[in-house]
């Protein structure tokens, strides 16, 4: 067997081994708003409205997506498995497999241009290592066992192969060339969060072009800075406009595209720098837990403080280990690829470097430094390299075990983070599918009393104590939850429904009206409207549920009540309005 066969054997075996368990875990966290019921997923007709709706990419009203190639993705997983759970991890799978052997090759090219006296040998066997801990290491587990999570997965991959392409651009063909930066749209049209590509392509050519004098170093990035200098003028000025001309009518002003699109002032978190560093030790001490919760408060006081200093010092420390030779230099180009990877991140204010499914790019340069000190060893380097990736691979398979339920998970990660409201709200959503109303209520109660404005957590709380027949306490959650904000279709639809449980037809009607309206595409909540006017009466009902199903053909619920109002009124009266 020829070594890349070998080295591809040795990655798929390690993938098996280290997250095959996903393939059997359900829908969880992000996955239920894009993913879970999204009709755009199974309906080939959805490819081309992907660049030009970012509305098709959630079934949230609220959650503008401009990330059509991710998308595409999850549309041929949808239409193999008609929604099924296991196409969307087989392909993750797939995809970190493909990440594994594109680190080798990013590995076994740069090492000689980085560090002198490393010889091609040398480099080979340190790729070779590099993607087997990178492919084992529990810190991709999320990106896994999350569908959503791929889009860090996607975008390292086109980001490492544009990047690889970027070390060997003077020995591509002029034709060959024009996929470095077709790659990196790619990778921006995965995550708006590749441009953070543009700072590891400048250290890159900063190191390895030596060639140019320093000032002229950062020209040569040019085929990953173009299309990111590109891409940034679309984001700030065209894709507000593109979000404001798709999205529903009848969403308030204030839930606009302008203030999604701003939601995160420009260093609204540097402070976290503390938090990379933190993140980049658990590179090195094997890590332990996922971030389900995504919870992490913005610093205060002497933590900010903290934070802030951390930029300046990794800097320092940097520069000192880059003017080195050997595993020395190695580490510093291992920090500065962490930090500047993950640092434009930050700034955009999200919860990095804690929430796992982020880290894909910024793990790269620290398993490199990894597997270049086992590829170093004289002897017991199959012993030691082996053994590391054997217990990587085992902390990933024990991490994937909750996974086996919905209810499983959450039990777990109130376990880990019991003040999470977040996960106490999933726990309640997963006792609910499975019928415990009781249970649910319960995790629920201490949600609502620590956040008794969240819209959310109340027509949640509002939901299950409608199912116990707690009509009195279900409409004073639904009362307070349309107080703070009345733009949520869910709520609405919630609100019909009891509305309707208490004898308010006409209100009921309207207010399934007003949730149509703001999710169109919703085949639920087009069933909803169809039920209020059946109870009225009203023909109509029929054109309600035909919606429903158009939307959604598996919509058992409504095509049994389509059949009843045709028994009722009949199949010709489906569009005589009252």
């Known amino acids: 067997m020829k070594r890349p066969g070998i080295l591809f054997c040795a990655v798929l075996l390690v993938v098996g081994v280290a997250h095959g368990l996903a393939l059997q875990a359900p829908f969880q966290f992000d996955d239920l708003h894009q993913i879970a019921g999204n009709p755009a997923f199974l309906d080939l007709a959805s490819l081309p409205r992907f660049f030009v709706d970012p509305w098709l990419g959630s079934t949230s009203t609220h959650t503008p997506f401009y990330r059509p190639v991710l998308f595409t993705t999850f549309l041929f997983d949808g239409l193999i498995g008609q929604g099924a759970v296991w196409p969307y991890r087989l392909t993750s799978l797939l995809l970190l497999l493909f990440l594994g052997l594109a680190a080798a090759r990013f590995t076994r090219l740069l090492l000689p241009r980085l560090i002198s006296g490393v ?80 700072l590891p392509a400048l250290l890159l050519t900063q190191l390895t072009r030596r060639e140019l004098v320093w000032w002229r170093r950062p020209l040569a990035a040019w085929p990953v800075l173009l299309p990111i200098g590109l891409y940034l003028v679309f984001f700030l000025f065209l894709r507000p406009e593109l979000i404001e001309a798709t999205r529903p009518e ?107 499914h982020r880290l894909p790019l910024a793990m790269v340069g620290g398993v490199l430094v990894v597997g270049l000190g086992v590829a170093r060893l004289e002897r017991g380097r199959g012993l030691a390299g082996g053994g590391l990736v054997g217990l990587l691979a085992l902390l990933s398979l024990l991490q994937a075990l909750p996974w086996s339920g919905a209810r499983t998970l959450w039990e777990h990660e109130v376990k880990v983070s019991p003040k999470s409201a977040r996960a106490w709200s999933f726990l309640a959503r997963a006792m609910e599918l499975e019928g415990d109303l009781r249970g649910a209520k319960a995790a629920l109660a201490p949600v609502v009393v620590s956040n008794p404005d ?44 009891w509305l309707a449980t208490v004898g308010r037809l006409l209100e009921a009607e309207a207010a399934a009206e007003r949730a149509v309206e703001l999710a169109p595409s919703s085949s639920a909540y087009w069933n909803t409207l169809g039920t209020v006017r059946f109870m009225r009466g009203l023909p109509s009902a029929h054109e309600a549920y035909r919606r429903a199903l158009e939307l959604d053909p598996a919509n058992e619920e409504a095509r049994h009540n389509l059949g009843l109002v045709e028994r009722r009124f009949g199949p010709g009266r489906a569009r005589s309005a009252p």
């Open 119 to 198: 010889d091609d040998e040398l480099a080979r066997r340190a790729g070779f290592w590099t993607a087997l801990i990178l492919v084992a290491h529990p810190l991709l587990s999320e990106s896994i066992l999350l569908a959503t999570g791929r889009s860090s997965l996607l975008m390292a991959l086109f980001g490492l192969l544009a990047l690889t392409g970027l070390l060997r651009w003077e020995e591509l063909e002029r034709k060959a060339r024009v996929l470095v930066p077709l790659l990196v749209l790619l990778a921006l049209l995965t995550k708006e969060e590749a441009v953070a590509l543009a």
């Open 454 to 497: 969240h819209p959310l957590y109340l027509a949640q709380a509002a939901s299950v104590a409608l199912e116990l027949g707690e009509v009195a306490t279900a409409g004073d959650y639904l009362r307070r939850s349309l107080a703070v904000d009345p733009a949520q279709a869910g709520t609405q639809a919630l609100q019909a429904r």
């Open 250 to 356: 009848a969403l308030a002003s204030a839930t606009g595209a302008r203030a999604w699109s701003q939601k995160a002032p420009l260093f609204d978190r540097p402070p976290q720098g503390g938090l990379a560093l933190l993140g980049l030790l658990r590179l090195a001490v094997v890590p332990w837990g996922l971030s389900l919760v995504h919870e992490v408060p913005p610093p205060t006081g002497l933590q900010a403080l903290v934070g802030w200093s951390v930029w300046p010092a990794l800097a320092a420390l940097c520069w000192g280990l880059l003017r080195r030779e050997g595993l020395a230099k190695a580490t510093g180009f291992s920090l500065a690829w962490f930090s500047l990877s993950l640092v434009l991140i930050l700034v955009y204010g999200l919860n990095t470097p804690m929430a796992e």
